[in-house]
């Protein structure tokens, strides 16, 4: 592979992972905020949304025998947004473990009635601030560290 092609998907990657990170953040804001007048269902997706990435980062050391090393192209880059691969995959199944679960929530919600109409529709909301945050954050850090590099920004 040619190295602007490895920089370039080395730059995706770490980008990808910082969306990641950072919709987590705003997820777990959203399901502290919604508790209130929602009681349990929340605390079971937050509790879901924070243990998941440790509980398969665990299960990722404990299946490895050996310790991978990993070279970057970018090594100062993926220290400073602590990117390594298998964070990366530990935060992307957790990003799909909690949309599935909020998918629940809203079937489970319209199934049985459970909640009025402002109420009925917050998991469906919470799915879609929870995308929008994880594409336009790598987005904006993708550009971010292009422009970092051409201005020498280190």
Known sequence: MQNSKKLNKEISLISRYAGL????YILLMLLAIIYFPMRTTPTYIFLAAVF???FLGLAASISQNQQDTEE???PYTAGKYNFTMTKY???KYG????CFLLLLWQADINLHNLYTMPLKTVPAFIIIVYTLVRIITGIFIKYKIKYD??????
């Open 149 to 154: 590099f051409t201005n020498l920004n280190l």
């Open 52 to 54: 998941a990435p440790l």
């Open 89 to 91: 995959k530990n935060e």
């Open 72 to 74: 970057f192209v970018l």
């Open 95 to 98: 990003y799909l473990l909690n």
């Open 21 to 24: 990170k950072c919709s987590k």
